[in-house]
Structure formats: structure tokens, C-alpha cells
């Protein structure tokens, strides 16, 4: 018994009304036994705004039928964008998929839905799907007191306890993190043992993804890990005008074991198309090298604190009274009344965002304690 799982990165489609995906790649797609992608944000037109620290997305209502045409058997929905437009966004989403016949996991209605495994019959291999985020808006953790819509927070006893009761009565156990940090392409450490922790468990194989670019593979006590496949089709934001070279996973399984083909691939004219290892910018043995680099870690906490979280966290404890002067200070009260109630809000996101959210505490906590030493 055998069968082949196609896998591949974020998606977010803003601008088509037509397939996105080069012909091509669409047959390899298509020839899979099934075929899996990470479904970044609602579709358009439901819901109205989700108050968040960062951007809202949403996406062509015509995506989910594109990817059902193109061979795509499951939408992957516990991501930090799933919730942009609520509950209605959510839902409308997953009645969506379940017109065109396509499945969802990683969110629903309630708890029970959202942190549910699938559990799929694929060439008579029993094969369980799981899928969980970091902590994010819209995610169902700790802090949620009430029962409500979200998705699965990847921390969460929950995760743990499913893995636990899956193993030994499944063939294989995939997990799917939405989580890590984005731009680089270092895995922190946290979630390498985070991670580590679920194989432990009992998962077969982790399958990452958030960082929006490729990162690193390892083969931990025989489970397969991958950190970040990256962008599968982005065309928002200043995604639109990258061409995203990354790599999606033939997950190619039996009962003894899996193995697995990359399948390279970038975006032009409007469609993600195939193209050669060999051509694009990344070297998929440098990105392995880095998970264990301790040079390159600690560079990437420290660089990420003082790019990123430092600047975030400065901008809402900044003073109005550093080196101004006595006008400029009127003014930026006066500016502060006006914008008063919209400023304090946007600031309590943020801050909420930077002590909910694992990767930007865990790189401000990390990248002090490094600075700390490296001064003694």
C-alpha cells in the first residue's frame, strides 16, 4: 500500500478570476492521491473587519473552485489571517469548500471543530491530518473564555492529547504548524523543539509554514520536519511583485515509512510555475545547515529584536517628551487628543499581539538574554 500527498505553502489570491497555477504544475498536482495547501485568509465579501495589530486579508471568492480544478483536496485554515473578517468570513469560507467538495481543517464554529483531526482512507493507508497555528488573532488558546469560532492554537493540550490518542491507531499521524518567524530563514529554536516534542508524541512528519520564504528540512528519530515550504501564490501586499521561489513536498508514504520529493516552483505573469532546483536563488543544503548554525541563530534573534519586536514595542511606550521641544511637544499632545480613542486601540492590539504571540516573545526574550551576555 502506498499513496502521494502533494503539499504546498501559503495562498492568498487578491487579483484572479482564472487558474493561477502554470499547466504544468497543475498535472503533477492533479496525478497526486491527494493534494493539500495552507488557505492564508477568507474569501472577500463576508464578514465585516477583525480589530487586529497588522493587515486584513481576504480573497477571491473563485479561489476555492481554481484549486478544486487544479487537484486540491484539503484547505489547510488555522493561519494568523483566517479570522480577518470573523466569524462570518470563517464560515462562509468552509461552506465555500463544502460546495466544491473540498475539505477543511484548523477552524470552525466552535472548539470540537476547530481542533479536529481528519482522519482520511487514502489507498488503504490511514492516514491523520492535523492542523494548528501559533498565537495570533483569531486563534482559540488560553486567553479565549468563551466558547467561540477560531482556529487551533498549535500549544494548545489539545494538540498534544489528539496526537497521543491517534498513535498506534492510525497508520501515519501529519501535522501542519502555521507558526516561526517571517522573512528569515532560520527556524527559531523554540519551535524546533516544539516541534521535536509532537514527533515525540507520535507524529510522522511536520509540515511548516508563516515565514512566507523557504527554510530548513531535518530528519529527527526518523520524522520528517519541514520549518517553512514558503509562498505557494501570494499577490498581496509587496508579495505581488516577488516572484516567491520556494518548494512544495510530494509526501510519498507506506506503513514502514515516507519519503518525500521537492517540487521548486515561482511566480510569473500572474501563475506559479515549475522551475529547476538548480535555478532558483536558494540552496536547500545551506537552508538545512542554518536549523543547527549557533552563529547564524543567535544573529537572527538579535537581528529580528532590533528590526522588528524592538521597534514594535517602541512605538507603543514611546514618550512624547524625548528631545522635543516645548512646541513640538503642543503639538503631539494636541495630535494625541484628536486621534485619542483610534491610537490608544490600535497600541493595546499591538501590545496584546507581542505578549500573546510565541515567536515575537520568544525573540525578545531570547535576544536580550543574548545581548545581556554577550556585554559581560
Known amino acids: 500500500m502506498k499513496t502521494n500527498i502533494f503539499i504546498c505553502g501559503d495562498i492568498v489570491n487578491k487579483t484572479k478570476n482564472e487558474s493561477f497555477i502554470d499547466v504544468q504544475l497543475e498535472k503533477i498536482i492533479d496525478k497526486q492521491d491527494y493534494a493539500i495547501c495552507n488557505f492564508e485568509a477568507p474569501v472577500e465579501g463576508e464578514g465585516a473587519i477583525f480589530k487586529k495589530a497588522g493587515p486584513n486579508l481576504a480573497q477571491k471568492k473563485e479561489t476555492i473552485e481554481i484549486l478544486k480544478k487544479s487537484g486540491f483536496d484539503l484547505l489547510l485554515l488555522a493561519n494568523n489571517h483566517m479570522y480577518d473578517y470573523g466569524h462570518e468570513g470563517l464560515i462562509k469560507t468552509m461552506s465555500l469548500a463544502k460546495k466544491h467538495s473540498i475539505e477543511t481543517i484548523g477552524a470552525g464554529k466552535n472548539y470540537e471543530e476547530a481542533y479536529k483531526p481528519l482522519i482520511k482512507d487514502l489507498n488503504g493507508l490511514k492516514i491523520a491530518f492535523i492542523n494548528a497555528s501559533e498565537a495570533q488573532f483569531g486563534v482559540l488558546d488560553e486567553t479565549n473564555l468563551y466558547e ?30 502555521h507558526a516561526g518567524l517571517e522573512h528569515y530563514e532560520v527556524p527559531l529554536v523554540q519551535w524546533q523543539t516544539r516541534y521535536k516534542v509532537l514527533c515525540d508524541l507520535g507524529v510522522d512528519c511536520i509540515i ?34 516577488l516572484p516567491d521561489y520556494s518548494f512544495s513536498v510530494i509526501l510519498k508514504i507506506t506503513k514502514e515509512e515516507i519519503l518525500f520529493e521537492l517540487v521548486f516552483h515561482y511566480k510569473k505573469e500572474g501563475k506559479v510555475r515549475l522551475v529547476s532546483e538548480a535555478d532558483v536563488p536558494f540552496k536547500m543544503d545551506k537552508l538545512n545547515s542554518l ?24 512605538s507603543i511606550y514611546s514618550s512624547y517628551l524625548s528631545n522635543d521641544t516645548f512646541l513640538q511637544i503642543i503639538k503631539k499632545t494636541i495630535l494625541k487628543f484628536i486621534h485619542f480613542s483610534k491610537f490608544k486601540v490600535r497600541r493595546e492590539f499591538l501590545l496584546q499581539h507581542l505578549n500573546r504571540n510565541e515567536t515575537y516573545r520568544w525573540v525578545t526574550t531570547t535576544a536580550i538574554e543574548l545581548l545581556n551576555r554577550k556585554q559581560k
Not at 489539545?158 to 496526537?163: F, G, P, S
Not at 512566507?212 to 511583485?241: A, C, M, R, V, W
Request: aromatic fraction near 18%; charge should be positive; glycine fraction near 6%.
Open 148 to 177: 467561540s469560532s477560531g482556529y487551533a492554537w498549535i500549544n494548545h493540550s489539545l494538540i498534544d492529547d489528539a496526537v497521543i490518542r491517534l498513535k498506534g491507531k492510525v497508520d501515519k499521524i501529519i501535522l501542519f504548524a
Open 208 to 241: 511548516g509554514s508563516h515565514p512566507h520564504i523557504p527554510q530548513g528540512f531535518e530528519i529527527y528519530n526518523n520524522k520528517l520536519i519541514f520549518y517553512s515550504l514558503g509562498n505557494f501564490y501570494f499577490d498581496t501586499l509587496y508579495f505581488s511583485k
Open 291 to 314: 536549523i543547527h548554525d549557533k552563529n547564524e541563530i543567535e544573529k537572527m534573534y538579535i537581528d529580528a529584536y532590533k528590526n522588528t519586536t524592538k521597534k514594535m514595542f517602541a
